[in-house]
């Protein structure tokens, strides 16, 4: 039996790997040795390419507007402290706009950041008819002091928008945004939430290792019914 005072983490990160969905036209992960062991060479050294946008992974707001900050000028409170994960995959169906409504029953006493499942299973394959957040629930979100949402899909807004209304209202309301989470085996609840950017200067995005750390195991956030 785990003591009642241990720390669970989750990791809330799929694999980066090389046929790691994307959005069509985004350079895939690559992995290349430029050095292997050997009797001349001490070490195993490799190179790799790849999207910021590929696995979990944090926008700067330089992604969806012009002159904004770019991921390494991004403060990092947002992606550190207290969360709440809420479920409302049973209430979607594929393609669905996440509301208000969808959220209402966790949504008492909110921490400053918010991450939702809207999905039964993490999607392994590139689809396009994941859900998203509808504008005005980030508007809502906003008005109760989050600071940063995360979403267990490929991007906040659906596949084929072309005009990126919920990055919109991110930028507008300051939010920061975690995408492609997987949230499949974390109980809905309270949380620390640990998911640094990296330091790429000039970059859009940057790819996180999300992580979950239990606040009190024993007594875990249980929303109302």
């Not at 036209?25 to 790799?48: E, F, H, K, M």
């Not at 409170?77 to 996440?98: F, N």
């Not at 999905?119 to 590139?126: E, G, K, R």
Request: charged share 15%; proline share 11%; glycine share 4%.
């Amino acid at each position: 039996m785990t003591p009642a005072n241990t720390t669970q983490l989750w990791d809330i990160s799929p694999l980066i790997h090389a046929d790691a969905p994307l959005f069509p036209g985004d350079a895939p992960y690559r992995l290349q040795w430029t050095a292997r062991l050997s009797p001349g060479c001490p070490v195993n050294l490799s190179a790799i390419s790849l999207s910021p946008h590929i696995g979990a992974h944090a926008d700067a707001p330089l992604h969806y507007a012009d002159g904004q900050p770019d991921i390494a000028s991004v403060a990092l409170e947002p992606y550190l402290g207290p969360c709440r994960v809420i479920h409302c995959h049973a209430q979607l169906q594929r393609g669905a706009l996440i509301q208000p409504q969808h959220l209402q029953h966790a949504a008492q006493d909110l921490p400053p950041r918010v991450l939702v499942r809207a999905l039964a299973q993490a999607d392994t394959q590139w689809r396009d008819d994941f859900p998203a957040f509808a504008p005005a629930t980030l508007v809502w979100l906003a008005d109760q002091g989050v600071q940063l949402v995360g979403i267990d899909t490929a991007s906040v807004d659906p596949a084929s928008s072309k005009t990126l209304e919920a990055h919109q209202v991110l930028l507008r309301h300051r939010l920061r945004v975690l995408e492609n989470l997987v949230l499949d085996a974390v109980p809905e609840g309270d949380y620390e939430l640990i998911a640094l950017p990296l330091k790429l200067a000039g970059a859009c995005a940057s790819p996180v290792r999300a992580l979950l750390r239990s606040i009190s195991p024993s007594h875990p956030h249980k929303p109302t019914p």
